[in-house]
């Protein structure tokens, strides 16, 4: 039967089966008329290098392409920019759990200030509202919602991307698409993720996010921006390894607003936050407010025990304030000295 | 290469001949797998947001499938073992079918890979930064590949030898044999690395979750192996020699009865510590926080892991109507376990204590199927065109072969 020389009918069938094969494998992939292919960045987007491989003339190239395809998605004229790290300075974050009243400010500036996708929705920040009396982030709840905060039996725990010594996400990377900067901030290259997501799985703090969708931005809120920037003599950034609108398909994360710090200036979360309980700073130098807290305050770490060794780290006041308004944010001064021997790990929300 | 190319092209043609039975299911097979096709092309247009994968559960059916096929791969070797190392003459006819069976499953596997991956148009970034020895993922990479093309060098070997009614040249492929065997414990070893090196995930960050990964695809593996042999010899003329079923019969009853060993350990460490690491279990067991999703699940595949053992202990085991669903008891069983029960509870609750569930959308599940029916056709296929080769009814020389498929 295999070889038997075909007649012309037995022909014709097959030619039929052919054809029909043929189109019921097109119309299977129809929905691929709907794809966009500027999603993908193009051939030379395709063809770019990763970051650590570009030389000037391919980052400035890659800076171009960033610029037009804001332009193209937003219809917003930006400054591509792509800020290198200091000399002698490696970043650290302090917060004080004494004074976070889990307003979640932090959140949505810090959503505001990197350009997250909105739809579908993107926060770095996550706060938590822990009951009184435990450290165990288990027993904290992600979605309270109060008319108003803080709540006297609880205390606010924010956790964001805690730029860790040894990270756990960095390792598992399949293509180094995601490393630890110089200056000690972990980043990643959108232009390099495969989006395998498992430095997702693979990250202690939950701090990693992946774009499920293209990002979406409202204009006007990047119009807004523009126009806030240039009252000020200044035009709209956006930076490579940080706040660029991202593609679709990679994953992201907390910068320490690396476009924002490595000019000097402090993250845009910090900047929001009412009570002062953010403070930020290179611990390189010993005079700095964060030098200071890790030298002078009960500092602790989340989840010590797994060796991530991370560069935020988390206190208490120990001192009781005089008066519980606390709309100062230079510390205390002033304040008498007195050292609580029991309860501090209960935290003082007030 | 002339004749390579004749060889191929007969064995195209070879596989549209068959029953209707087989064209039935042949049909069947391809219907579905464009129904994924087609699934697959809307995931493309609209991100994994077509899928119900979330920040909270960033792997969900894919990895889970991934995970199972992995196994079955590895399962190959089951056979193997017993012929080249022990010298079990029963087997030795059979390995073919336990290595296109890995070549089949191993080629799911990448598909699966393909469909979860965020940008698979970057795939060959994979080539260009290639971030070995650290991240495990690119050793799983490399074992995958490279079982992939060692049993497709052994069962092309030996079908192109027996197709040109040569013996096969031992040196050609008796070193790959053994390769193969170790190659296949370090396929399902780094898989079950990929998620037991993760300090973040107490769930999966235990020692024993690479002997558990072992003990349960040498279940699953050659109990599908079963399943396809008793395929064979009802409708094929090749016959099946019973020794060689009771040989698979002893490898997964042992097997099974390993991996139940094993999974009694971890549910007693998690539950009687029950420290807070222990969340994930009393997701996966009970629920938690009032969510229990998973709890139907895993109770299922205790349910089905268990009457397979209880049938592979008993009498019944002889009788095919009782041993057949046994297998197909324990291959269920044992999926859900990997998937529902091991990939999907690592993420719940999150690292930051955050309970939040996954529920597969229907496209995710579609792209799953069509890949199943991908890698099943091509399986068939395979099988299909190896019988009359290895049987000596195709040869190079014999142009008018009958069709051992009536
Ligand atoms: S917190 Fe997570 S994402 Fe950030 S550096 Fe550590 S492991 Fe990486
Ligand atoms: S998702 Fe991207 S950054 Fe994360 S491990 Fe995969 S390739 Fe690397």
């Known amino acids: 039967m295999l070889a038997r020389p075909s007649t012309r009918r037995n022909f014709l069938r097959s030619g039929v089966q052919v054809v029909a094969g043929m189109g019921a494998f097109v119309s299977a992939l129809k929905p691929l008329a709907d794809f966009d292919v500027d999603t993908l960045g193009g051939v030379e987007g395709f063809l770019q290098k990763h970051y650590k491989e570009m030389s000037a003339d391919d980052m400035k190239a890659s800076l171009a392409r960033i610029e037009s395809d804001v332009k193209r998605r937003f219809d917003v004229d930006v400054v591509a920019r792509d800020i290198k790290p200091v000399d002698g300075v490696e970043f650290v974050y302090a917060l004080n759990l004494s004074r976070c009243v889990g307003c979640r400010k932090c959140v949505h ?29 288990e027993k904290g709840n992600h979605h309270y919602d109060r008319p108003t905060v803080p709540d006297e039996d609880h205390f606010y725990m924010p956790i964001q991307c805690h730029q860790c010594d040894d990270p756990p996400c960095t390792k598992v990377c399949p293509v180094e698409a995601t490393w630890t900067e110089p200056d000690g901030i972990t980043v990643v290259d959108y232009d390099w993720c495969i989006g395998c997501r498992y430095c997702e799985a693979a990250c202690p703090y939950w701090a990693r996010r992946f774009n499920f969708a293209e990002p979406t931005i409202p204009k006007e809120e990047l119009i807004a921006k523009k126009d806030a920037a240039e009252a000020k003599g200044e035009q709209l950034e956006v930076n490579y390894l940080s706040n660029r609108p991202r593609p679709v398909g990679v994953v992201e994360k907390c910068t320490f607003c690396l476009h924002r710090t490595r000019e000097g200036k402090m993250p845009a979360c910090l900047e929001v ?17 964060v ?60 | 290469m002339r004749e390579y190319t004749r060889f191929l092209q007969r064995c195209f043609r070879l596989s549209f001949v068959g029953t209707k039975l087989y064209k039935f299911w042949m049909l069947f097979l391809s219907v579905v797998a464009l129904i994924g096709l087609n699934a697959w092309a809307k995931q493309a247009v609209g991100g994994l947001a077509t899928t119900g994968m979330t920040d909270q559960v960033s792997w ?16 190959a070797v089951m056979l193997v073992i017993p012929v080249y190392v022990y010298k ?31 940008r698979p148009d970057r795939g060959l970034h994979l080539f260009m930064r290639f971030n070995w020895p650290i991240s495990v993922l690119t050793w799983d990479v490399i074992v995958l590949n490279g079982y992939l093309a060692l049993n497709l060098h052994i069962c092309g070997y030996l079908i192109w030898c027996a197709y040109n009614e040569r013996k096969p040249g031992k040196a050609f492929y008796i070193p790959f044999v053994f390769l193969a065997i170790f190659w296949a414990f370090s396929i399902h070893t780094v898989t079950a690395f990929l998620y037991s090196g993760l300090g973040g995930r107490p769930f999966w960050n235990s020692a024993v979750l690479a002997p558990r990964f072992l003990a349960s ?32 019969r002893g490898i997964i009853t042992v097997a099974l009865t390993i991996n139940m060993f094993l999974l009694g350990c971890e549910v007693f460490t998690e539950f009687y510590t029950d420290s807070t690491h222990a969340a994930s279990a009393h997701y996966l067991f009970e629920g938690l926080g009032g969510k229990h999703a998973l709890v139907p699940w895993i109770w299922t595949a205790i349910a089905l892991n268990t009457f397979a053992l209880v049938v592979l202990y008993s009498p019944f085991k002889r009788r095919v109507v009782f041993y057949a669903p046994a297998c197909g008891a324990m291959i269920v069983g044992i999926w859900i376990e990997k998937g529902m029960g091991l990939i999907v509870p690592g993420f719940i609750p999150t690292p930051l204590g955050e309970v939040f569930e996954y529920v597969p959308t229907l496209n995710e599940t579609l792209v799953c199927f069509g ?14 065109v190896t019988i009359p080769v290895l049987s000596g009814e195709l040869t190079k020389n014999k142009l008018y072969s009958t069709d051992s498929f009536s």
Request: net charge neutral; charged share 20%; proline share 5%.
């Open chain 2, 371 to 384: 890949i199943w029916a991908a890698g099943l056709l091509l399986f068939t296929i395979l099988v299909r």
């Open chain 1, 109 to 137: 500036a810090c959503v505001q200030e990197n350009n997250q996708s909105r739809s579908p929705e993107i926060q770095y920040i996550r706060v938590l509202e822990m009951p009184k009396g435990t450290l165990d982030i």
């Open chain 1, 291 to 350: 030098a200071q807290i890790l030298k002078t305050k009960r500092v602790f770490v989340l989840k010590e025990e797994l060796g991530t060794n991370p560069r935020f780290f988390y206190y208490f006041d120990e001192r009781y304030p005089q008066d519980s308004s606390q709309k100062s944010f230079e510390g205390m001064p002033g304040m008498p000295e007195i050292t609580r021997t029991h309860g501090a790990s209960k935290g003082e929300p007030k």
């Open chain 2, 217 to 248: 695809a040498f279940a699953a593996g050659p109990a599908f192996l079963v399943l396809t042999l008793l395929v064979i010899n009802r409708f094929t003329k090749y016959d099946v020699p019973r020794a060689a079923l009771q040989t698979l």
């Open chain 1, 273 to 289: 936050c009412p009570v002062g309980a953010r403070k930020f700073g290179n611990i390189l130098d010993s005079t700095s407010e």
């Open chain 2, 88 to 118: 079990n003459k029963d087997l030795h006819d059979l390995v073919i079918f336990g290595e296109l069976l890995a070549v089949a499953a191993v080629t799911m596997c990448l598909m699966f890979i393909m469909a979860d991956m965020g």
């Open chain 2, 60 to 75: 969900g059916l894919y990895i889970a499938n991934f995970t199972f096929l992995v196994g079955m791969a590895a399962a």
